[in-house]
């Protein structure tokens, strides 16, 4: 059974940073592209980084609203995806999740709420 894991979230001021985590069990991410999508109220949710498996070099691929602010790294050791973003701004609140397309199945975490506001 595929379980995926966010954490990380929570309130930060607007230009702070947070370190989001996803930790896997009954898949080894390295495996497999992975990326973090978020989802704010009322709207769509929305991919904002992807990083591709191992074998094929982990490129990674960030949203344009992110480049340049976000970092999406995968420790194979630990078998988590991080998604490290800096200068927050009030429109990165969202609900944060992870997920990763396992031939024709996609997995998805539970979430983590990232709230920025002063």
């Known amino acids: 059974q595929v379980q995926l894991v966010e954490s990380g979230g929570g309130l930060v001021q607007p230009g702070g940073s947070l370190r989001l985590s996803c930790a896997a069990s009954g898949l080894v991410f390295s495996r497999y592209a992975t990326s973090w999508y978020r989802q704010a109220p009322g709207k769509e949710r929305e991919l904002v980084a992807s990083?591709?498996?191992?074998?094929?070099?982990?490129?990674?691929n960030y949203a344009d609203s992110v480049k340049g602010r976000a970092t999406i790294s995968r420790d194979n050791d630990k078998n988590t995806v991080y998604l490290q973003m800096n200068s927050l701004k009030p429109e990165d609140t969202a609900v944060y999740y992870c997920s990763v397309r396992r031939n024709i199945e996609v997995y998805w975490g539970q979430g983590t709420q990232v709230t920025v506001s002063s």
């Open positions: 990083i591709t498996l191992t074998r094929v070099g982990g490129a990674t």
